[in-house]
């Protein structure tokens, strides 16, 4: 194996270089999950995103606790419009690493787009004083019925500091009835 030069059309982003070298290293039944770690990411580079999926779901069945392919796995199953495996991918690299606020932030997008509210209450909670996270749980509040969203919308309306993102969560959530006095 010529690392050297695959190296070496990583760095210069030589996709198309980099992905000869490694197709035929990831072919075998065995290949070592970096390989296949680095392939699915060219994958996803040359837009093979389905192939991407494939390449890296093998580096995940041969290093489970591989958080990095796994996260990968769920940006690259959003572009194939698979939110379920990206859901799975970004609830997996979370759990391996908590901290990863990439992995959180996905995750909650994807659990909202999917309405599984309950997993994206635990992931924007995990975000406290984020903006983002705060119109997150206002919109898991008002699915929900949570009966602290009314003091939500107004805690969003007097504190939040882009007012154009709260109103847009507003609509989001009116259900065709906007109040005319926010």
């Not at 210069?12 to 197709?23: C, N, S, V």
């Not at 290093?63 to 379920?84: C, K, Q, S």
């Not at 932030?105 to 984020?130: E, F, K, Q, T």
């Amino acid at each position: 194996m010529d690392l050297e030069h695959l190296n070496a059309a990583l760095a210069r982003g030589d996709w198309q270089g980099a992905e000869a070298i490694l197709a035929p290293l990831t072919k075998a039944a065995k290949a070592h999950p970096s390989l296949l770690y680095n392939h699915g990411k060219v994958l996803m580079e040359l837009g093979r995103h389905a192939e991407a999926i494939a390449c890296l779901k093998r580096a995940v069945r041969a290093a489970p606790g591989h958080a990095a392919a796994w996260f990968e796995m769920g940006r690259a199953a959003i572009d194939t419009g698979d939110l379920a495996t990206a859901l799975e991918g970004f609830d997996r690299a979370l759990t391996l690493d908590p901290s990863d606020g990439d992995a959180r932030r996905n995750l909650g997008r994807v659990a909202l787009r999917l309405g599984r509210y309950d997993i994206a209450r635990a992931a924007w909670a995990g975000l406290p004083g984020d903006g983002e996270a705060a119109l997150a749980l206002y919109r898991v509040a008002c699915e929900t019925g949570d009966p602290d969203a009314p003091e939500m919308r107004r805690a969003l309306l007097a504190r939040h500091p882009d007012r154009a993102a709260v109103i847009r969560t507003l609509v989001r959530v009116s259900k065709g009835a906007i109040p005319l006095n926010l």
